[in-house]
């Protein structure tokens, strides 16, 4: 042997009995250093855990009746990693399932392939509600279905239709982003969250856990024994809200009857308790309930040429708030002792400024009025002034500061996901707009004119103006709006109470107040007053005040703000209808019909104050 030929032998060699080491040490790790963690995923093959779904907490009203529920729904399901691995033999079990079930069998392919892209983890849901016969007839040939079963699911029921479904929100599958956020890390994909509403608000106090039940399988996956071992499932907690649901459905029904786009809030002055909040038009959330729900439906709930109905316009809705502004101008003045309320003030029916000429609506002359007249009749005159006269060097932008601490300009922190804060526009806001060439011009002494009565950039929500009424009505307390009242468990016991701390209090003295809601109560009660023709009579003496704002390039917009009852007040109650018209033509009738419902009034109890004409405003 040569040792050129030697050498290569070792060489081999070598390398052979180093594979072999490397092989040896391999089956020595995978047997005894390893050899329990892959004995346990072998025992794991022979076990499978079933997830049993947990049914989510019921949501009621205030007394306890019933708003959301749960039922048991028989739900198809199609497992995509148990179907045939064979395309010919997959499509043949598709093909039949299609002839059961009266789906079209591009439908159910197209729909385990998009759910199994979305949730790859999760059975795909082909359809609920499925009828008994066809259970019994998957069962009986379930060798013909592999993958296809049938299991009970929990899905939302709403025994009220579509009554408060935007304070409601809707359920659906959790996400896979959603599943990347801390408050979801314990949940698996196929799981039911909150996406909206309190049902997102709350939705851990809602979700409840779910159980498991661990069975041992064959080599091909099927049950067999009993049970190893069985975890129920813990139901979520109830969440009572503190809406009064007859009070919900008057006021939906009253801010509906127009046919317009709208929102109502009433609202406890003191805690903040919301009694009734809706907005129009509306949406029937069990439409989410649907495994699939097509983009065309979902579309046209945000479309805002088909009415936006997603949207929560008592929370969502930027608008002018036309003359029941004029509050927060009164209180301004009042408190940097810009007027006096007793003080006069002669009201021509105009005001100009810089060559621009404002008026009153309907070029109304009032002459010389106080505060309480001002407000009785809705002088917009009075108001141009001391729009024009409050920023000052000495005192900048009062009325903007006292619109901020009366709550606009901020969301109200109400426990609703994606309120919107508004605006109350500035010098600094619309000239740095104008720096920018986003605007035409600079802020200019009309901006603030127009301010003072509502009018121009300004952007509220109802449930901001309610806060504002509702802070003069209480003599300076800023209440944070809730809807939840209480925590409880499935067994009644309470878990939590909801009561949230005021936002602030203002230091507002009597007279501000007194003087603010004698005007109003005037305005609705007495002759004259804008909204004396809707509530001249009523047997509960209320202060509320007519709004009619300015949105082109639609229609006026119809504004109610109410308190009531007016020397002791317990409810506030605000309205919008946009494109309503006047004030007093539709939001405060509707306000009126939800009074009614608070007080129980019945129509025999009003006196009939006859057709006498408000002023218009």
Same mark, same amino acid.
């Given at each position: 042997?040569?040792?050129?030929?030697?050498?290569?032998?070792?060489?081999?060699?070598?390398?052979?009995?180093?594979?072999?080491?490397?092989?040896?040490?391999?089956?020595?790790?995978?047997?005894?250093?390893?050899?329990?963690?892959?004995?346990?995923?072998?025992?794991?093959?022979?076990?499978?855990?079933?997830?049993?779904?947990?049914?989510?907490?019921?949501?009621?009203?205030? /007394?306890?009746?019933?708003?959301?529920? /749960?039922?048991?729904?028989?739900?198809?399901?199609?497992?995509?990693?148990?179907?045939?691995?064979?395309?010919?033999?997959?499509?043949?079990?598709?093909?039949?399932?299609?002839?059961?079930?009266?789906?079209?069998?591009?439908?159910?392919?197209?729909?385990?392939?998009?759910?199994?892209?979305?949730?790859?983890?999760?059975?795909?849901?082909?359809?609920?509600?499925?009828?008994?016969?066809?259970?019994?007839?998957?069962?009986?040939?379930?060798?013909?279905?592999?993958?296809?079963?049938?299991?009970?699911?929990?899905?939302? /029921?709403?025994?009220?239709?579509?009554?408060?479904?935007?304070?409601?929100?809707?359920?659906?599958?959790?996400?896979?982003?959603?599943?990347?956020?801390?408050?979801?890390?314990?949940?698996?994909?196929?799981?039911?969250?909150?996406?909206?509403?309190?049902?997102?608000?709350?939705?851990?106090?809602?979700?409840?856990?779910?159980?498991?039940?661990?069975?041992?399988?064959?080599?091909?996956?099927? &049950?067999?024994?009993?049970?190893?071992?069985?975890?129920?499932?813990?139901?979520?907690?109830?969440?009572?809200?503190?809406?009064?649901?007859?009070?919900?459905?008057?006021?939906?029904?009253?801010?509906?009857?127009?046919?317009?786009?709208?929102?109502?809030?009433?609202?406890?002055?003191?805690?903040?308790?919301?009694?009734?909040?809706?907005?129009?038009?509306?949406?029937?959330?069990?439409?989410?309930?649907?495994?699939?729900? &097509?983009?065309?439906?979902?579309?046209?709930?945000?479309?805002?040429?088909?009415?936006?109905?997603?949207?929560?316009?008592?929370?969502?809705?930027?608008?002018?708030?036309?003359?029941?502004?004029?509050?927060?101008?009164?209180?301004?003045?009042?408190?940097?002792?810009?007027?006096?309320?007793?003080?006069?003030?002669?009201?021509?029916?105009?005001?100009?400024?810089?060559?621009?000429?404002?008026?009153?609506?309907?070029?109304?002359?009032?002459?010389?009025?106080?505060?309480?007249?001002?407000?009785?009749?809705?002088?917009?005159?009075?108001?141009?002034?001391?729009?024009?006269?409050?920023?000052?060097?000495?005192?900048?932008?009062?009325?903007?500061?006292?619109?901020?601490?009366?709550?606009?300009?901020?969301?109200?922190?109400?426990?609703?996901?994606?309120?919107?804060?508004?605006?109350?526009?500035?010098?600094?806001?619309?000239?740095?707009?104008?720096?920018?060439?986003?605007?035409?011009?600079?802020?200019?002494?009309?901006?603030?004119?127009?301010?003072?009565?509502?009018?121009?950039?300004?952007?509220?929500?109802?449930?901001?103006?309610?806060?504002?009424?509702?802070?003069?009505?209480?003599?300076?307390?800023?209440?944070?709006?809730?809807?939840?009242?209480?925590?409880?468990?499935?067994?009644?016991?309470?878990?939590?109470?909801?009561?949230?701390?005021?936002?602030?209090?203002?230091?507002?003295?009597?007279?501000?107040?007194?003087?603010?809601?004698?005007?109003?109560?005037?305005?609705?009660?007495? &002759?004259?007053?804008?909204?004396?023709?809707?509530?001249?009579?009523?047997?509960?003496?209320?202060?509320?005040?007519?709004?009619?704002?300015?949105?082109?390039?639609?229609?006026?917009?119809?504004?109610?703000?109410?308190?009531?009852?007016?020397?002791?007040?317990?409810?506030?109650?605000?309205?919008?209808?946009?494109?309503?018209?006047?004030?007093?033509?539709?939001?405060?009738?509707?306000?009126?019909?939800?009074?009614?419902?608070?007080?129980?009034?019945?129509?025999?109890?009003?006196?009939?104050?006859?057709?006498?004409?408000?002023?218009?405003?």
């Amino acid at each position: 042997m040569t040792s050129q030929f030697a050498l290569r032998v070792a060489i081999l060699g070598g390398g052979a009995l180093v594979m072999f080491f490397i092989i040896f040490f391999r089956l020595w790790y995978l047997e005894v250093l390893s050899g329990d963690k892959y004995l346990e995923q072998a025992q794991n093959n022979r076990v499978r855990e079933v997830k049993v779904q947990a049914p989510r907490g019921e949501i009621v009203d205030r /007394n306890g009746e019933v708003l959301v529920g /749960n039922r048991t729904s028989l739900a198809l399901q199609v497992k995509a990693d148990e179907l045939p691995a064979n395309n010919r033999e997959e499509n043949q079990v598709i093909e039949r399932l299609a002839d059961v079930t009266g789906m079209d069998a591009d439908r159910i392919e197209k729909e385990i392939k998009e759910q199994t892209k979305l949730l790859p983890a999760s059975p795909v849901t082909l359809k609920r509600d499925v009828p008994y016969e066809l259970v019994l007839y998957l069962q009986e040939r379930q060798q013909d279905f592999p993958g296809v079963s049938v299991e009970r699911v929990y899905v939302r /029921n709403y025994p009220g239709g579509d009554l408060a479904s935007h304070i409601f929100g809707y359920v659906r599958e959790v996400t896979p982003q959603q599943l990347k956020e801390p408050q979801y890390k314990r949940l698996d994909p196929g799981d039911t969250v909150g996406q909206t509403g309190v049902e997102l608000a709350y939705d851990s106090q809602l979700r409840g856990q779910s159980g498991a039940t661990r069975v041992q399988v064959d080599a091909l996956g099927r &049950p067999k024994g009993e049970p190893l071992s069985d975890e129920p499932p813990m139901p979520g907690n109830n969440l009572r809200l503190t809406i009064d649901s007859e009070l919900q459905q008057t006021g939906e029904a009253a801010i509906g009857q127009f046919g317009l786009p709208g929102a109502f809030v009433a609202m406890d002055v003191d805690s903040g308790e919301v009694l009734g909040m809706g907005s129009t038009p509306t949406f029937d959330p069990s439409i989410y309930s649907k495994p699939r729900i &097509p983009q065309q439906v979902v579309d046209q709930l945000y479309d805002e040429d088909s009415g936006a109905a997603q949207t929560n316009r008592a929370i969502q809705g930027l608008y002018p708030t036309g003359s029941t502004y004029k509050l927060i101008t009164a209180t301004a003045a009042l408190e940097d002792g810009l007027i006096t309320p007793g003080e006069i003030v002669d009201d021509p029916g105009s005001y100009t400024v810089g060559g621009v000429t404002f008026k009153n609506a309907g070029d109304a002359v009032n002459g010389a009025i106080n505060l309480h007249t001002a407000l009785q009749v809705s002088s917009d005159v009075y108001f141009y002034k001391l729009g024009h006269e409050a920023n000052t060097k000495e005192q900048p932008m009062p009325i903007q500061e006292w619109a901020g601490r009366l709550g606009l300009g901020s969301p109200t922190g109400i426990d609703l996901p994606s309120e919107l804060g508004g605006l109350i526009p500035t010098p600094e806001w619309r000239n740095e707009l104008y720096k920018d060439g986003n605007t035409d011009r600079p802020w200019s002494a009309g901006d603030n004119i127009n301010l003072a009565v509502g009018q121009g950039d300004l952007q509220a929500t109802p449930l901001q103006m309610a806060v504002a009424y509702a802070t003069i009505a209480n003599a300076g307390t800023v209440p944070r709006p809730h809807l939840a009242q209480r925590v409880e468990d499935a067994n009644g016991r309470v878990v939590q109470e909801v009561t949230p701390a005021p936002r602030r209090q203002l230091d507002i003295s009597p007279q501000t107040s007194d003087s603010i809601l004698d005007g109003l109560h005037a305005a609705a009660m007495e &002759p004259g007053g804008t909204s004396y023709p809707v509530f001249g009579g009523f047997p509960v003496e209320v202060a509320g005040k007519t709004g009619t704002a300015e949105r082109p390039p639609n229609g006026d917009q119809s504004w109610y703000v109410a308190v009531a009852p007016a020397d002791d007040p317990e409810i506030v109650v605000a309205a919008t209808i946009e494109q309503g018209g006047f004030g007093a033509d539709s939001a405060a009738p509707a306000v009126r019909q939800i009074l009614e419902d608070y007080f129980d009034v019945n129509p025999g109890q009003v006196d009939d104050v006859g057709d006498e004409a408000a002023v218009i405003e």
